[in-house]
């Protein structure tokens, strides 16, 4: 046993002498973790890790990580009090005219535009916040002056949403300046205006001669400068179920190829390789700037620094070290970097390749095998490339076993979704990546002198694209070759909570289907309903449209592009909303079966449940507001009678009156109309519920619910739950039938029993 100890402790202190920034940058990392959850507990565990350190490798070692755990505690507790500090003085500050400078371009259309800043005039000079403008977009480096409000990061308002408010946090983003409802100011001074020129240019050059729109332009500028693809989730979908969607990020493995193909033509031209280095780490550098300068990419490239420093210096370079030389300064930097799920992806995919290459590749061992009894200096020429070939193949197996080992724990927690088609992806998907990165850098440099040569190479580089999407598609097809792993089995209702009075529903059957009740508008469609599917593990193939008004219809097109639709009722047969006028004409061309709510009387749903349609609007009525034209369904699920009102108002209610319908209900869903009243007496007297779910919004105000609305239904004796507190509502009937409703924000549970 003693032995066995002491052989254990020569083989520690023998890695930690070899790598001694990896292990600091560990301890630093272990420390910040544990100082997240309890700042005293922080220290003390850079103490023992110390005491570890110092057992294992000496007095010196285990002071340098007692020093480091310390000191990245110490910065990671300063930065994260000045930023509440920061947040709980920019909310109470209210509003004002503020100034900042953009810290990246801005994203946005039709005028309105985000972007973080930092603040440049007042009290709160230095505060980083997420500037909302309205107007021109700024760049990187130019200066914005508005009118506006501080408001709180936003919180995750229904289950499975991306957690933006995490994400700013970890930026140091300490709170939102709303300046959407004015025309601000943006002055962009002459070298932020150069900046944005040879930005422009690069993206401008990659996609000369190419559709602005077409996939293939998409692909290429996914790849080549890690623009996110808009309104693509079935794009996005197949690169990620194959494991392979890391390629639409600028990251390590983009800033390794740029050094491979500038190192070739460097060395191509004889320049002596300490020379090569310095010329090849202001290449790299200037990538990560042209690309936008992502989080990725900027890591990538001082990892790249550290490595390739060890030329200069006649050192023998290692990856290990350089990858713990650059996590170690982001800790003493900034440790709230560590909780971005990007910065420990691809830490870790890195550290995976290094410490566990060598052992992948030994599994791989028997393709590079040589012929027996036929050495290297008797092959043929032909005979030397199959080795080499094959070697090659069995080098890049390893490297991606290994990468997808250690990307495996942390793509499963933070996505719910694991990959092994990714092992084996990964190598043609390399290849076709290189290819398209080699065509694209061709196309920047011949396009300011000869335009029509880079359209040349970029048509050519189109079939690469196209190749790539395929790849993706056919590796994703793979039955096993991707797992879902957080996947909601039991039945549910969910009442999504979306801003300015979109609305949307899906219900479950656990694993017997799903239905979307009405989709959102087209952005909450993608940035909320789509995430939020995904990471429960649901894939509705059926759409039920209230009425057609644009917050409720996903954008058209993007749903069935989105989503295995393959039916959907609507609510009337013809609309002036385009978006509509998507769904009747373009639906049942992508193979999407219309029906109308005219035609029905009801549907089956998932789980036994039955959909009834109480009112179909007069189709007539062609002229009237959307909201004048809602159908009005009922479902019932397992004895209980659910009533989708939607944002029907008065009109609507006493023409179902008139006609004596049973409108009789346990719970009511409800939204606003935007001219009318909604919910009247009479109707209420009608239904008869025991609670109703109302949504809300701030903004516009029309879509606020009042407070004395909410007070009065509940002097009725009607329980309320108001989505403005209570976020996403979801229900589902207990193994005691009884009708659990739980609210996603506030963590409300409200059960209703059988009258």
């Given at each position: 046993m ?46 023992l ?37 920061e ?19 801005a994203?946005g ?140 990020s ?37 990538y ?22 060890a ?37 870790g ?53 290994a ?32 290819m ?32 790539c ?40 059957g ?32 059926a ?105 029907a ?42 609670a ?16 004395e609305?909410?007070?009065?239904w ?42």
């Amino acid at each position: 046993m003693k032995e066995m100890i002491r052989g254990w402790r020569v083989g520690a202190a023998g890695f930690c002498a070899r790598h001694p920034l990896f292990m600091a940058a560990m301890v630093a990392c272990g420390c910040v973790f544990v100082a997240d959850w309890n700042f005293p507990a922080g220290v003390g565990f850079a103490l023992l890790l110390g005491l570890a350190g110092g057992y294992v490798a000496g007095w010196r070692t285990g002071l340098g990580w007692v020093l480091c755990g310390m000191l990245a505690v110490g910065v990671f507790t300063e930065r994260n009090e000045a930023r509440i500090a920061e947040e709980r003085s920019l909310l109470e500050n209210g509003s004002g005219e503020m100034e900042g400078r953009v810290m990246k371009d801005a994203k946005g259309y039709e005028g309105l535009w985000t972007a973080p800043a930092y603040l440049l005039t007042g009290a709160h000079a230095g505060a980083t916040v997420w500037w909302e403008g309205r107007g021109e977009l700024p760049v990187e480096g130019s200066r914005v002056k508005a009118r506006g409000n501080f408001g709180p990061l936003p919180v995750m308002r229904n289950p499975g949403e991306f957690d933006q408010a995490g994400w700013l946090r970890s930026q140091g983003v300490a709170a939102v300046f709303h300046a959407g409802w004015v025309r601000g100011e943006v002055v962009t001074n002459k070298w932020a205006e150069m900046g944005a020129k040879f930005r422009h240019g690069f993206r401008a050059a990659v996609t000369e001669g190419l559709a602005e729109d077409s996939q293939e332009a998409v692909v290429i500028r996914a790849v080549v400068i890690g623009e996110q693809p808009p309104d693509a989730e079935e794009l996005v979908a197949a690169f990620r179920n194959s494991g392979t969607l890391h390629a639409f990020s600028v990251s390590g493995m983009h800033v390794a190829m740029m050094g491979t193909i500038a190192w070739f033509l460097l060395r191509l031209a004889g320049v002596p390789r300490r020379v090569a280095v310095l010329v090849l780490l202001p290449l790299i550098f200037g990538y990560s700037w042209l690309t936008g300068n992502s989080p990725p990419a900027v890591r990538s490239a001082w990892m790249a620094a550290v490595f390739l420093g060890a030329f200069v210096s006649r050192r023998r370079p290692d990856l290990l070290n350089a990858l713990g030389a650059v996590l170690l300064a982001a800790m003493l930097w900034d440790g709230r970097l560590l909780f971005q799920p990007g910065v420990q992806l691809s830490y870790g995919v890195v550290a995976a390749i290094a410490v566990g290459t060598k052992s992948a590749m030994k599994l791989f061992s028997w393709i590079a095998k040589p012929e027996l009894y036929l050495p290297l200096a008797m092959m043929n020429r032909r005979q030397k490339a199959w080795l080499w070939l094959r070697t090659k193949v069995g080098q890049s197996l390893g490297v991606s076993l290994a990468a997808g080992i250690g990307s495996t724990p942390l793509t499963a927690y933070h996505f719910g979704l694991i990959t092994p088609i990714s092992v084996l992806a990964g190598i043609p998907f390399g290849l076709l990546v290189f290819m398209m990165l080699c065509a694209s850098l061709l196309a920047a440099v011949l396009y300011p002198v000869a335009p029509s040569a880079a359209g040349r190479v970029n048509r050519l580089n189109a079939y690469v694209a196209k190749s790539c999407v395929l790849t993706a598609q056919g590796f994703s097809a793979i039955p096993g070759g991707h797992i879902q792993l957080k996947r909601e089995s039991r039945p549910f209702l969910l009442v999504y909570d979306l801003e300015h009075g979109a609305g949307a529903g899906v219900f479950s059957g656990g694993n017997g289907g799903a239905v979307l009740m009405d989709c959102a508008d087209r952005y909450s469609f993608r940035r909320r309903l789509v995430p939020s599917l995904r990471r429960l593990g649901v894939a509705p193939d059926a759409v039920i449209l209230s009425h057609p008004d644009g917050g409720h219809l996903g954008g058209g097109e993007a749903v069935w592009e989105s989503l295995p639709i393959r039916q959907v009722v609507l609510p009337v047969r013809g609309s002036r909303s385009l978006t509509f006028q998507s769904w009747l004409k373009d639906a049942p061309l992508a193979g999407v079966k219309t029906l109308q709510a005219a035609d029905l009387q009801d549907l089956p749903m998932p789980d036994g449940a039955r959909l009834e349609i109480l009112h179909a609007p007069d189709d007539r009525s062609r002229n009237a507001v959307a909201d004048d034209r809602v159908v009005i369904f009922r479902l019932h699920w397992h004895g209980w009678k659910l009533l989708f009102t939607s944002d029907a108002g008065v009109r609507t209610e006493k023409e179902m009156l008139e006609m004596h319908r049973d409108v009789s209900a346990d719970v009511i869903i409800a939204g606003r109309h935007r001219g009318d009243q909604s919910l009247s007496d009479p109707f209420l007297d009608a239904v008869n519920p025991q609670a109703i779910i109302a949504s809300h919004s701030d903004f516009p105000l029309v879509e606020q619910l009042k407070p004395e609305t909410v007070k009065y239904w509940r002097s009725r004796g009607i329980k309320v739950i108001p989505q403005g507190e209570s976020g996403g509502v979801t229900l589902r009937v207990d193994e005691a039938e009884n009708l659990r409703l739980e609210g996603f924000a506030d963590q409300s549970v409200m059960v209703l029993k059988r009258r």
